[in-house]
């Protein structure tokens, strides 16, 4: 008997003993995947602007904190009832986003964004949303840091948010407070009825398109990379994150007017954003000219909104079918597959 407890204890030591995944052991997978990751300055990126159409010039502070603002290219993080519910307007001006080169040894496409919720200076230095996005194109191994956002205003010199310039690295003693951990990505949503999981948007591809990203062009092309049917698979998936991170793609035939150009993922691809992309849908604060107008299909790669366009029918089609499978995706007709890695 004691023999038999003993071997029982041997046998299950390294899972009773292992600590939880947490955000230096994440990194260290990742860096094996990627390459060292890189410290990113939110000054170095491009300012995303944020135009109004329907007053015919750029936003450069909004209203009220941007309640009641619009703006032609709102930011698509949220759904239409998280971005009603949390109060955050998607049109507040002066985030940035920046693309760093690949290393040495290895492919990867690193792209940083630095988000801001509440109204500041052009010329401030302080953001309320970091996030680094690493993906190798050649094995399709990705990884997310996100850090942890500030959801209080701004009150006088008082200023809560995070300074572009000052951002730890990820695997420093200060970086490891900076950054969430795996686990918490995976359970604190940004804002009230936010969703936590980086993979909800980011379900059939690392890269997420839209007019509010691909209008910063850098040397002719957007500035977030393009490979719509690469490989992808999320470094720790099964791992140390939850298998919440597997996301799944629709391989019907009916659904081929969109998935021959770019894949389907079945979370929040295949209603949400599927739905905006093909102006069935819109979220507050887009103006008249945005709202309700397709993005999609997309000309010459670039995701940006045709005032007047219209889905043919075969598109529309397409569309419908997907918004089924993502309500029923069990049913005899909808195909779905893991990501190629």
């Known amino acids: 008997m004691k023999v038999f407890i003993a071997l029982l204890f041997l046998l299950s030591a390294p899972f009773a003993l292992a600590g939880p995944y947490g955000l230096a052991e994440y990194a260290a997978d990742c860096e094996k995947q990627l390459g060292t990751i890189p410290d990113i300055r939110c000054s170095e990126g491009e300012e995303i602007p ?12 909004t ?5 009641h603002t619009q703006c032609d290219n709102p930011s698509l993080l949220r759904s239409p009832f998280q971005t009603w519910v949390s109060g955050i307007n998607p049109c507040v001006p002066h985030a940035r986003i920046g693309r760093l080169k690949p290393q040495a040894g290895f492919p990867t496409e690193w792209v940083f964004f630095c988000r801001r919720y509440f109204n500041r200076s052009r010329y401030s230095n302080m953001y309320d949303d970091i996030n680094l996005i690493g993906h190798n194109p050649v094995t399709g191994a990705t990884c997310f840091f996100v850090d942890h956002p500030n959801r ?23 970086g490891l407070k900076y950054w969430k951990s795996p686990r918490q990505i995976e359970t604190q949503p940004v804002v009230t009825g936010g969703t936590p999981l980086c993979t909800d948007c980011h379900d059939a591809d690392p890269w997420v398109h839209s007019p509010h990203v691909d209008q910063v062009v850098v040397n002719g092309e957007p500035i977030v990379p393009s490979n719509p049917q690469g490989k992808y698979w999320i470094v720790g998936a099964g791992r140390g994150l939850s298998h919440q991170w597997k ?7 009916e659904a081929s007017a969109c998935t021959t150009c770019h894949r389907i993922g079945n979370k929040r691809g295949c209603d949400t954003m599927t739905n905006l992309a093909a102006g069935l849908d819109s979220i507050p604060h887009m103006t008249k000219r945005f709202a309700s107008s397709p993005f999609m299909p997309a000309d010459n790669g670039v995701a940006e909104v045709r005032v007047g366009h219209r889905l043919s029918k075969q598109d529309l089609a397409a569309v419908r079918f997907i918004n089924a499978c993502c309500r029923r995706p069990g049913r005899a007709d909808c195909h779905w597959e893991e990501l190629p890695r």
């Open 63 to 67: 209203n009220h904190q941007g309640y």
């Open 247 to 253: 996301t799944k793609h629709l391989v019907s035939p």
């Open 50 to 61: 944020i135009f109004n159409s329907d007053l015919g010039k750029p936003i450069t502070w």
């Open 152 to 174: 209080t205003a701004p009150k006088g010199a008082y200023d809560p948010g995070r300074h572009g310039d000052r951002i730890p690295p990820i695997r420093s003693a200060e």
